[in-house]
């Protein structure tokens, strides 16, 4: 069965760029890793089986790719675009700023716990899933949500305590 690239990207562009600039919170960067996914992908077309395979591996390719570039930005550190504003959604979340200061917090997780997350909540994969993608046992995909959820929920409350809400 021979995949249609043009369809593949038309399917999964915004997907893989929501990713990268969930992941990586800069515009440029999560413009240039998105594009290098789907010329890495055109590379490797060939070994591509179906649409479904098509998205899992740009899935697993835009988290690891993103995982690599925070870790290289850590060495090099960038001024980010985090004023741009980000494409509007069809659905209005009812607080804004709980969404923003989740955003804030989601990003200061450490790289992979931050990958979970976002697959998770995201793109509403399961932990099986998930656990296929990044390379890593159900149990330690079970273990990152936890944890970061309890480290989310903690800092949530915290910021609700010195705001006397």
């Given at each position: 069965?021979?995949?249609?690239?043009a369809s593949v990207v038309n399917d999964n562009q915004a997907m893989v760029f929501s990713l990268a600039l969930r992941f990586l919170r800069n515009r440029e960067i999560a413009e240039e890793l998105a594009q290098?996914?789907?010329?890495?992908?055109y590379q490797n077309l060939?070994?591509?089986e179906s649409p479904a395979h098509a998205t899992?591996?740009?899935?697993r390719s835009v988290c690891h790719r993103s995982i690599d570039e925070v870790?290289?930005?850590?060495?090099?550190?960038?001024?980010?675009?985090e004023s741009a504003p980000e494409p509007a959604s069809l659905e209005t979340p009812g607080?804004?700023?709980?969404?923003?200061?989740?955003?804030?917090?989601?990003?200061a997780l450490p790289e992979k716990a931050k990958?979970?997350?976002?697959?998770?909540?995201?793109?509403?994969?399961?932990?099986?899933?998930i656990s296929e993608m990044l390379d890593m046992p159900v149990s330690t995909v079970k273990s990152?949500?936890?944890?970061?959820?309890?480290?989310?929920?903690?800092?949530?409350r915290k910021e609700e305590m010195a705001c006397g809400v």
């Open positions: 069965m021979a995949i249609d690239f290098d996914v789907f010329l890495q992908f060939g070994r591509i899992w591996w740009l899935r870790r290289k930005r850590k060495l090099r550190p960038a001024v980010g675009l607080d804004l700023f709980l969404l923003s200061r989740i955003r804030r917090m989601v990003q990958a979970v997350v976002l697959l998770r909540y995201q793109e509403d994969l399961d932990p099986t899933e990152h949500l936890h944890r970061s959820l309890t480290l989310l929920r903690g800092h949530l």
